[in-house]
């Protein structure tokens, strides 16, 4: 069977990266059996994808924000005259219960969220087939300056805000298929990026230090493959404090091998600097002793430590929006880069989420709606409904990302985008604009 899958457009402009959802699931319905096209709105705009007239039609989406752009992405493949199941995937949808996929996908004709065959596991196939068939125009924009490696997925830990896959043990890719993929990485990067220090590659992993020794592996063999090509990798990853900590215990030199094979940025997931915050989002994990013995030991294995603040929730008080911009601040002087977001209470799968059906149901029923949830995006009334909590939690994020981009000599890769639905419309124009002036997420 002929599928084609679809990257939709990124909501604000051109914004580039290779869709690792859609090429690991383009791997596993290969490996099946079937033949796999891909088009991606980012590199092909508005084109018609049906030109190869594929049998079933599958669609990413990443995050909240991506879904308006699936949902307009399926109502021209209907005006295309395409009226077989649409198939919808990615985070986003694995998180979303059967009766709100029903809510937002009913208007868009057939749809599912599965193939009606089976197809081999994400962690036992390798992308290389997918990446090694798509077409010249579409590597050459992937491979110019950053990947995401998929190494892992699931996050022990809990936190109360997280939509991601949480409150499960980490599940990792095979050995072998970790070998392959990282080969035919490399070579791609080279021959795209050429050997250049600045290409960059982002983990997958929700907490490159839950299970050390696996991640260790998984570097290892990277580091190797790309040694064997002479490009020099440069990894980007996540952690929690707990775990950097506990892992150093165990092992002193850890961080010092991990900088040897290319880790040389990791982002800790302080969210915030007040106790009484981490207690109501569930992340008992942090202390501030252990933050600040992780940031100890990523500086002196000279790994840049950055600190991934989500802070400014619709339920913070004065005292934790203002602990929090000082926190940015600090954090620039003390050698470490700081990486702002503005709290959303409603992300799909967290806990605000499950708490607030008629919310999410409002929602789901307006689609655009869901552009306000970035977490790079200012509150509005979706998601800060109170006006004076509203304000102060925006100026303290403004605060924060200003003096960053003003001061910090490691810059702010924070985008600061406008919400577009919960403002009156005549000002939605310049918000669009203003978006769509700023680099994507990053
Ligand atoms: C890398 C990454 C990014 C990169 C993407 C780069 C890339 N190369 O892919 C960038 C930096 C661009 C990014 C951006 C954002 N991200 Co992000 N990202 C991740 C991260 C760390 C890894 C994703 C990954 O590569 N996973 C590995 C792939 C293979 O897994 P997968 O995508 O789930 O795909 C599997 C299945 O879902 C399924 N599948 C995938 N697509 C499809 C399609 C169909 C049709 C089907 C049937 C199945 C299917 O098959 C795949 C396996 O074979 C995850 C955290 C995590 N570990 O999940 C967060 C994560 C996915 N991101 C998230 C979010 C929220 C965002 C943002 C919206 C953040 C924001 N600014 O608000 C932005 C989106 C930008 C925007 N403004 O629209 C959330 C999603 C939460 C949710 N429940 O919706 C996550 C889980 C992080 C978190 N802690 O909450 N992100
Ligand atoms: S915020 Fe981080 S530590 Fe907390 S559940 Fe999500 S991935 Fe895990």
């Known amino acids: 069977m002929c599928i084609l899958l679809i990257q939709p457009a990124y909501p604000w402009g051109t914004h580039i990266y290779p869709p690792n959802g859609l090429m690991s699931l383009g791997a596993r319905l290969m490996a099946a059996g079937h033949t796999v096209r891909l088009a991606d709105e980012n590199i092909e705009g508005r084109k018609n994808p049906l030109v190869d007239r594929p049998e079933m039609v599958g669609v990413g989406i990443l995050g909240a924000p991506y879904a308006p752009m699936a949902i307009r992405t399926a109502m021209r493949l209907r005006k295309l005259g395409y009226s077989d199941t649409i198939v919808f995937g990615g985070e986003f949808v694995n998180r979303l219960t059967p009766e709100e996929r029903a809510v937002l996908f009913d208007s868009v004709g057939p749809w599912a969220c599965t193939f009606p065959f089976a197809i081999p596991s994400a962690e036992e196939t390798s992308m290389s087939p997918m990446l090694e068939q798509l077409p010249e125009r579409i590597l050459a924009a992937y491979f110019r300056n950053e990947f995401c490696l998929y190494t892992s997925t699931g996050c022990a830990f809990n936190c109360h805000f997280c939509a991601a896959e949480k409150g499960t043990k980490e599940r990792f890719r095979t050995a072998e298929v ?135 929730f619709a339920d913070d008080n004065l005292r934790a929006l203002a602990l929090g911009a000082i926190a940015c601040r600090e954090y620039t002087h003390a050698g470490i880069r700081g990486r702002p977001f503005l709290g959303k209470k409603l992300a799909p799968g967290n806990e605000g989420w499950k708490c607030d059906p008629s919310a999410v149901d409002e929602l789901l029923r307006n689609p655009e709606k869901l552009l306000d949830l970035d977490f790079g995006a200012f509150g509005g009334n979706i998601t800060h409904p109170n006006w004076k909590q509203r304000a102060v939690a925006n100026l303290s994020y403004a605060a924060s990302v200003a003096y960053l981009k003003l001061f910090s000599p490691f810059g702010c890769p924070t985008q600061p985008l406008l919400p577009t639905q919960s403002i009156p419309r005549p000002l939605r124009p310049f918000a669009r604009l203003w978006n769509r002036a700023l680099p994507g997420d990053k």
């Not at 070998?179 to 035919?184: L, V």
């Open 178 to 312: 970790w070998h392959d993929e990282t080969r035919t990485i490399a070579r791609l990067v080279k021959r795209y990026a050429g050997v250049i220090p600045s290409y960059e590659i982002y983990l997958s992993s929700l907490d490159v230090a839950q299970t050390p020794k696996k991640m260790e592996e998984m570097l290892r063999i990277a580091h190797e493959n790309f040694a064997r090509e002479g490009v020099r990798l440069r990894v980007r990853g996540l952690a929690t404090a707990k775990c950097v900590v506990r892992a150093v215990e165990q092992d002193e030199n850890v961080f010092d091998r991990w900088h040897s094979y290319g880790l040389t940025c990791l982002g800790i997931g302080v969210d915030g600097a007040d106790p009484e915050v981490w207690r109501r989002e569930g992340k008992l994990h942090n202390t501030e002793s252990d933050v600040a013995a992780a940031f100890a030991a990523l500086q002196s294995a000279n790994i840049l430590p950055e600190a991934l603040m989500v802070v400014g």
